[in-house]
């Protein structure tokens, strides 16, 4: 049998493989598309990730909002069914599965190879002992949890990202190890279907990467629902099934029950299987080396998504495709730039962050401005209570012939993730301030918080000397 030639071949189909090679089909290449499996097309963001993740905690705010009634007079009987719950997830799966499977993706004119993916060649990767040649060759097979590697962990029932949604039984106390975006964000949902949750977290805060301004806020809220987080702490052994070492930062030890543990302390890549070598792909260090084309040491073979071991996110999959897509089609060639990039952490509430953070400002010697507000006065905070939302914007120096331009921020507050679009767009657009502060709000919908810290930050810059002129001004002009 002959080689199989396509224009672009794209091994995995997730986000980042599916943004590709649905793209390229469209545009009317020959596109393969290679999954090991039919169940896997879809990704970890459909099968392990951001889709059932997302569903339960749908699931679970739902049960946090119906405890709150009870303030109003409302009494709540029964407790959840963690079998309703994994069915939803299934449910909301299964709709987006009809249009995410190999049936449907040949429909579209996608050609689909089920099975293992290896390299053979510098343009050949081989599937069942079947090759396939291509002039392009795009790497999308994502990432995996991290292992965790304690003395005592083989005896114990653990649940990483990859199995937790199918869970059948709801335990009575779960060990959380790792307070990064999944581990909390399960950490609170499985507290709100009524299990004790104990999170065990290597350093001073949950959610490194984000601001400790706004982590403090969240952390405190996940505090007062009666979730129990342990930083600077780091389990040391598992003494038998149910029972964990604790140590602490001061060198207690501290023992630990639980029925169940969820381990979420990080991702990796999985390459071995693909034997790079026989392309003349380089890795370092467990990653594939690329530059800021995202093109590896073979000229003609890239990465897409997780597998780039930078940003591991659905939206960052789909960014780093545009980029492929452009670069295959335009002379103008793109590179790779996090400075506009977003995330966020869907907990209740939930933090939002975009943009430049303060020490990426400071590395880059950028001009800025600090600007903070409180929602502790905000109509809306108040009517809804979450007058603990905080936010932080990053604005250039600007003056009257320079506008400030909106740089990066961060956000925590219910629905933090949509109010704070606006300022995505401004600070990817080089949209200004005075954007911003034009702008008409319906009261009182919870994203005029934009605007009350642009209005907040123009008022402070109204001198003594300024509100003189202002003043002068106004007698002679009525």
Request: charged share 20%.
């Amino acid at each position: 049998m002959g080689i199989e030639k396509y224009d672009i071949i794209v091994i995995g189909a997730g986000s980042a493989g599916l943004s590709v090679g649905l793209t390229m089909n469209t545009l009317g290449f020959k596109v393969l598309m290679i999954a090991k499996t039919d169940h896997q097309i879809g990704g970890e963001c459909l099968n392990d990730g951001c889709v059932p993740s997302k569903a339960l905690i749908h699931v679970a705010k739902i049960i946090r909002q119906a405890k709150k009634a009870e303030a109003f007079g409302m009494h709540l009987n029964g407790k959840p069914d963690l079998k309703k719950a994994t069915d939803y997830i299934t449910q909301r799966q299964e709709i987006i599965r009809k249009h995410e499977n190999a049936a449907e993706l040949r429909e579209q004119g996608v050609s689909i190879a089920l099975g293992e993916a290896k390299f053979t060649g510098k343009k050949e990767v081989t599937v069942n002992n079947i090759k396939y040649k291509a002039k392009n060759i795009v790497i999308a097979t994502g990432s995996k949890p991290r292992i965790l590697d304690l003395p005592g962990i083989k005896n114990v029932k653990y649940y990483t990202n990859n199995n937790v949604f199918s869970i059948e039984n709801l335990p009575v106390n779960i060990l959380f190890i790792g307070g990064g975006p999944i581990g909390i964000e399960l950490a609170q949902a499985f507290n709100s279907l009524g299990t004790k949750v104990t999170v065990v977290q290597h350093g001073n805060t949950i959610l490194e990467h984000d601001d400790l301004q706004v982590t403090s806020v969240l952390l405190q809220q996940l505090q007062q629902e009666g979730i129990e987080i342990m930083l600077n702490a780091e389990v040391e052994r598992f003494t038998s099934a149910e029972t964990a070492n604790i140590k602490l930062k001061d060198g207690v030890i501290r023992n630990i029950n639980f029925d169940a543990v969820f381990v979420g302390i990080g991702r990796e890549l999985p390459l071995d299987s693909l034997h790079l070598q026989n392309a003349g792909i380089n890795i370092k260090e467990g990653k594939i080396l690329s530059n800021k084309y995202l093109q590896t040491t073979n000229k003609n073979v890239y990465v897409c998504g997780d597998v780039v071991g930078d940003l591991m996110f659905s939206h960052a999959a789909e960014f780093h495709a545009r980029i492929l897509v452009n670069n295959f089609l335009s002379p103008f060639k793109k590179k790779l730039n996090n400075d506009h990039m977003s995330w966020v952490t869907f907990t209740d509430p939930e933090i939002a962050t975009f943009g430049l953070n303060e020490k990426q400002l400071q590395q880059k010697k950028i001009a800025y401005e600090k600007l903070e507000h409180s929602f502790n006065a905000d109509d809306r905070a108040i009517t809804d209570q979450y007058q603990f939302g905080r936010m932080i914007l990053y604005i250039s120096k600007g003056n009257f012939l320079k506008k400030e331009k909106i740089l990066g921020g961060t956000m925590v507050a219910p629905n933090a993730g949509e109010m704070i679009q606006e300022l995505i767009l401004a600070n990817i657009s080089g949209l200004s301030t005075q954007e911003i502060f034009d702008k008409i709000y319906p009261y009182p919908v919870a994203s005029r918080v934009n605007q009350q810290l642009i209005v907040k930050h123009k008022q402070k810059m109204i001198s003594p000397r300024l509100k003189k002129l202002i003043q002068i001004a106004y007698k002679i002009f009525n």
